[in-house]
């Protein structure tokens, strides 16, 4: 219902009503189609967050606060269980499906869950169960439930920051937060209920559920969800949807599709790009493909969306857009400097690290998200990299994106990664990792020549490194910290 009632006192569940309420206007309506052609109505949908819900509460006493870890392939169950967590008041925890067990093991220890959904035992004390036995055992429950009342401070999720190194840190998000976030997006990228978006993006992450799958519901629109992203199942569904979301790499394999036509991206009215830094070849090369651009976007675990390009054709290549409406943005010291952000949409703390608030955030409530960037008279944000991968040397800065924007440019270059190694003169040594076109042969030597024209002297990566493509995760971010390990010489050899 969305509504619960305590002391006689009518109060909602922030989250479930911004996701449920758009769809009661039309119940029969399509929420989700799965790509072997399965139909759910938003009926469905409440019905099966209900039924999951009074399951959750009343077998497994699962309360407000506690963790749901949820690591499971990707379907259409796992949306209506996160609506269930949020009804109950009960913090989702997403998992990677790629974790091993040794990391998941870690994870659990520090969240604690009351529950694991998933398909494979795992040696740990929480309980476990199948996702298929949760939606079987579900029918036995009411379609209804009287939802407990959460506010705008009341943890909805938990997601851990897919930091490459050091201590994974679990990002407690609000119902406020999610809220915040999804109305802002929707209002920023024109949602209606007449969207359909195309959804590739795995839901374990703020990207996937957050933005692609609760922008949609939020707004009553349709989802054609796929298991995983394919460039082939893409075309193959693209001239059904209104909206398309992807990292950087989908758009590339996208490309790589002779299939990928100005034809099927024709129904399309809006593309948005997020996760990890866009090539401008990869964004020339769409346009004049499909003659869309893409929409830019920058957020983060911690955050949300924190800012966007705009959808009026007046967005600005190389940016990623201004503020959300209700979202500040700051760029601290001298420029390029540290990105900061406050809002609605910013998380409260860490997962059992209150010493962190006090790194994290300035004195003044600003959370810094270890961006470097610049930010422009008109407020568009450029990002120059991870404030950790700035190059110190010889004690002067260099900004690695700086650089990679221009190598990208060299004739035969497909993509470039600069890096700092650790080194006896400098500090550290700027480094080139560099991948060639197809057919292209590169020379060292001669990437050296282009260089020194190109850049001042100290900026001037002291090694070209060739290889056959860059280290990426899921997300398509390229791994900087595996590329620094896996080609830094050992002290002494
Ligand atoms: P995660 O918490 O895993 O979503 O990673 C967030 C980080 O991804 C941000 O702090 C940025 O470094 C990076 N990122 C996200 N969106 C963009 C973008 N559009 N361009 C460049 N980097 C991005």
Redesign the pocket.
């Given at each position: 219902m969305g509504v619960g009632v305590e002391n006689g006192e009518v109060l909602m569940n922030l989250l479930a009503n911004v996701l449920l309420d758009p769809g009661r206007a039309s119940p029969e309506k399509s929420a989700i189609t799965t790509v072997d052609g399965h139909h759910v109505t938003y009926a469905d949908l409440e019905r099966l967050s209900a039924r999951l819900a009074g399951l959750l509460v009343r077998e497994y006493a699962i309360d407000k606060g506690d963790r749901v870890a949820v690591q499971s392939m990707k379907q259409w169950h796992l949306l209506a269980l996160s609506i269930a967590c949020a009804r109950i008041g009960a913090i989702y925890l997403p998992l990677n499906t790629a974790y091993t067990d040794r990391e998941t093991l870690v994870l659990l220890d520090d969240a604690t869950p009351s529950l694991i959904v998933r398909e494979s035992p795992i040696e740990h004390h929480t309980a476990r169960v199948r996702l298929g036995e949760l939606i079987t055992r579900a029918q036995a429950h009411p379609s209804d439930f009287s939802d407990v009342a959460c506010d705008e401070m009341t943890p909805a999720a938990m997601?851990y920051?897919?930091?490459t190194t050091g201590r994974a840190k679990g990002?407690v998000l609000t119902h406020g937060n999610l809220v915040s976030n999804s109305l802002a997006l929707n209002a920023a990228w024109g949602f209606t209920p007449d969207d359909v978006v195309l959804h590739a993006l795995p839901l374990f992450?703020?990207?996937g559920l957050f933005v692609g799958a609760f922008c949609a519901l939020s707004s009553g629109a349709s989802l054609i969800l796929m298991e995983s992203f394919s460039a082939r199942e893409v075309v193959r569904h693209l001239s059904s949807a209104t909206v398309f979301m992807g990292v950087?790499t989908y758009y590339v394999r996208l490309l790589e599709e002779p299939e990928f036509t100005r034809e099927v991206a024709r129904p399309l009215r809006l593309f948005t790009?997020?996760?990890?830094?866009?090539l401008r070849s990869t964004h020339e090369e769409f346009i004049s493909r499909t003659g869309h651009e893409i929409v830019?976007?920058?957020?983060?675990?911690?955050?949300g969306i924190n800012t966007s390009n705009p959808i009026d054709g007046s967005l600005r290549m190389g940016t990623?857009g201004r503020a959300l409406a209700g979202v500040d943005v700051r760029v601290r010291g001298a420029s390029p400097g540290a990105?900061e952000v406050k809002g609605p949409n910013v998380f409260v703390d860490y997962w059992n690290r209150p010493e962190l608030r006090e790194s994290e955030f300035t004195p003044d409530g600003w959370f810094k998200?270890?961006?470097v960037g610049t930010l422009d008279e008109d407020g568009f944000l450029e990002?120059v990299?991870?404030a950790k991968d700035v190059i110190i040397t010889g004690g002067l800065n260099v900004y690695p994106k700086e650089l990679e924007l221009v190598i990208d440019t060299f004739a035969g270059v497909l993509e470039s990664a600069v890096i700092g190694l650790a080194d006896a003169d400098f500090g550290e040594a700027v480094t080139a990792v560099v991948v060639p076109h197809k057919d292209a042969r590169l020379d060292e030597v001669e990437l050296g020549k282009l260089a020194r024209a190109s850049f001042a002297a100290f900026k001037v990566p002291k090694r070209f490194i060739i290889v056959d493509e860059l280290p990426r995760?899921a997300?398509g971010?390229v791994e900087k910290a595996r590329l620094r390990s896996e080609l830094s010489v050992p002290p002494g050899s």
């Amino acid at each position: 219902m969305g509504v619960g009632v305590e002391n006689g006192e009518v109060l909602m569940n922030l989250l479930a009503n911004v996701l449920l309420d758009p769809g009661r206007a039309s119940p029969e309506k399509s929420a989700i189609t799965t790509v072997d052609g399965h139909h759910v109505t938003y009926a469905d949908l409440e019905r099966l967050s209900a039924r999951l819900a009074g399951l959750l509460v009343r077998e497994y006493a699962i309360d407000k606060g506690d963790r749901v870890a949820v690591q499971s392939m990707k379907q259409w169950h796992l949306l209506a269980l996160s609506i269930a967590c949020a009804r109950i008041g009960a913090i989702y925890l997403p998992l990677n499906t790629a974790y091993t067990d040794r990391e998941t093991l870690v994870l659990l220890d520090d969240a604690t869950p009351s529950l694991i959904v998933r398909e494979s035992p795992i040696e740990h004390h929480t309980a476990r169960v199948r996702l298929g036995e949760l939606i079987t055992r579900a029918q036995a429950h009411p379609s209804d439930f009287s939802d407990v009342a959460c506010d705008e401070m009341t943890p909805a999720a938990m997601l851990y920051t897919s930091g490459t190194t050091g201590r994974a840190k679990g990002a407690v998000l609000t119902h406020g937060n999610l809220v915040s976030n999804s109305l802002a997006l929707n209002a920023a990228w024109g949602f209606t209920p007449d969207d359909v978006v195309l959804h590739a993006l795995p839901l374990f992450h703020t990207h996937g559920l957050f933005v692609g799958a609760f922008c949609a519901l939020s707004s009553g629109a349709s989802l054609i969800l796929m298991e995983s992203f394919s460039a082939r199942e893409v075309v193959r569904h693209l001239s059904s949807a209104t909206v398309f979301m992807g990292v950087p790499t989908y758009y590339v394999r996208l490309l790589e599709e002779p299939e990928f036509t100005r034809e099927v991206a024709r129904p399309l009215r809006l593309f948005t790009s997020g996760s990890a830094p866009m090539l401008r070849s990869t964004h020339e090369e769409f346009i004049s493909r499909t003659g869309h651009e893409i929409v830019e976007r920058y957020g983060m675990t911690e955050t949300g969306i924190n800012t966007s390009n705009p959808i009026d054709g007046s967005l600005r290549m190389g940016t990623v857009g201004r503020a959300l409406a209700g979202v500040d943005v700051r760029v601290r010291g001298a420029s390029p400097g540290a990105i900061e952000v406050k809002g609605p949409n910013v998380f409260v703390d860490y997962w059992n690290r209150p010493e962190l608030r006090e790194s994290e955030f300035t004195p003044d409530g600003w959370f810094k998200t270890g961006d470097v960037g610049t930010l422009d008279e008109d407020g568009f944000l450029e990002i120059v990299g991870r404030a950790k991968d700035v190059i110190i040397t010889g004690g002067l800065n260099v900004y690695p994106k700086e650089l990679e924007l221009v190598i990208d440019t060299f004739a035969g270059v497909l993509e470039s990664a600069v890096i700092g190694l650790a080194d006896a003169d400098f500090g550290e040594a700027v480094t080139a990792v560099v991948v060639p076109h197809k057919d292209a042969r590169l020379d060292e030597v001669e990437l050296g020549k282009l260089a020194r024209a190109s850049f001042a002297a100290f900026k001037v990566p002291k090694r070209f490194i060739i290889v056959d493509e860059l280290p990426r995760n899921a997300m398509g971010k390229v791994e900087k910290a595996r590329l620094r390990s896996e080609l830094s010489v050992p002290p002494g050899s």
